[in-house]
């Protein structure tokens, strides 16, 4: 693999150093990171799970300079303020409601969002249909159809981990979780992987903590039903440009056969690329062709 901007020796350099903010959210702190110039009608970047804002660098550095990107810390995540007991997902549609209204308060905002991220911008999309200018979802495809009948082993096992919460995981060395990450994604550069294993921790006594809230993990008792995500989907009035790893399972695994054919159904001006050589981690395997998607995307509607 040939090696891209700011990359050498299987370490990568960033291109644009970032600006980091913070606000007091609905519910304690919110950490910003910007790049590029202020303005009034912001382009917000919303990672997945377990991710955090400045893991947008990589992508970021194929961006135009000139756009104005700011990279959302969702509460537990990264910088952002923990949460004293819990994280369910309407919660985040909440906070992104929040943030809308307060950094463009008079101008619908553009929204790029991977996995957790661009489901939430999705759902924000068609509730709030006139706050959105164009919308990027980056494999954001909710969470696969929870059977009726597995609903309350489901309940039990949330119970049943409340009593024994999740611990904080520590790596004695970077390395170690650039190579985890490596192996739970083959398509991911080492490079990148090392870069996200430093946004993504903080030095503690025996090493590396992830930053991420362990509770994340705790599964949740509330979960939205497939017909109800696609309510949302079909209230989306926006441009929107649905982005998907050509080696990515996750959109057929988190809505069945032909999902793209049922997708565009939902939504007829929807937009569909396939990224070659990516899977579900698409802004960090291959974020130049992303990148370029975008930027052909937002010319398009110019």
């Avoid at 370490?11 to 913070?22: C, G, I, Q, W």
């Avoid at 000139?66 to 509460?75: E, F, N, Q, S």
């Avoid at 994604?185 to 590396?208: E, I, Q, S």
């Amino acid at each position: 693999m040939a090696m891209s901007v700011g990359e050498a020796a299987d370490e990568y350099l960033p291109r644009r150093a970032p600006r980091s903010s913070e606000l007091d959210g609905r519910e304690g702190r919110i950490a910003l990171t910007h790049w590029g110039p202020q303005d009034a009608s912001p382009i917000l970047l919303l990672h997945g799970w377990m991710d955090c804002g400045a893991g947008f660098q990589l992508l970021v550095d194929q961006l135009p300079d000139h756009w104005p990107l700011i990279a959302v810390d969702w509460p537990g995540y990264g910088r952002s303020a923990r949460r004293t007991d819990r994280y369910w997902f309407a919660d985040h549609v909440a906070e992104l409601d929040w943030l809308v209204n307060v950094l463009s308060p008079d101008r619908p905002v553009r929204l790029i969002g991977h996995s957790m991220g661009g489901t939430v911008a999705s759902i924000y999309a068609g509730v709030r249909p006139d706050r959105v200018a164009w919308l990027a979802n980056l494999e954001g495809f909710g969470m696969p159809e929870l059977p009726h009948a597995q609903f309350p082993s489901h309940v039990e096992s949330w119970l049943d981990a409340l009593k024994a919460p999740p611990s904080a995981r520590v790596y004695p060395q970077l390395e170690a979780l650039a190579l985890a990450l490596q192996r739970a994604n083959p398509r991911l550069p080492l490079a990148h992987a090392r870069y996200l294993a430093r946004a993504w921790t903080r030095a503690v006594d025996g090493g590396f903590e992830i930053l991420a809230d362990p509770r994340q993990q705790l599964p949740t008792p509330i979960r939205y039903a497939r017909a109800d995500l696609e309510a949302c989907w079909a209230r989306v009035r926006a441009p929107l440009l649905l982005l998907h790893g050509a080696e990515s399972e996750y959109m057929q695994r988190a809505i069945g056969p032909d999902a793209l054919r049922r997708l565009r159904a939902l939504m007829p001006t929807m937009r569909a690329q396939g990224i070659a050589a990516a899977g579900h981690l698409l802004p960090h395997e291959q974020p130049a062709p992303v990148a370029r998607a975008l930027v052909e995307f937002a010319a398009s509607l110019a």
